[in-house]
């Protein structure tokens, strides 16, 4: 009887184990975290790796940026389109 109880047990810990709901974590938007991304924004250099890698992690915070008027200039700007559309990264609709 002791065997069967510590076998349901250990078979109601493994599922609850297995059941536990996925954290994902929540991205703190913040616009300096993009400026690996200032000199393919104002050259024609292509951006780097860590530019796009920071670009897709802010991805989500897009909107917020362009609907911020001290960072809309930027966010629109023919550059940042041209390192968003290098990055593989689509230019938001808001």
Known sequence: MKKASLLITMVVVVVMLLAEPKVSQAVTCNPGQLSPCLPAITSSSPPSTACC???KEQKPCLCGY?????LKQFVSSPGSRKVASACGVPYPSC
């Open 66 to 70: 362009l609907k911020d008027p001290s």
């Open 53 to 55: 890698s920071k670009l």
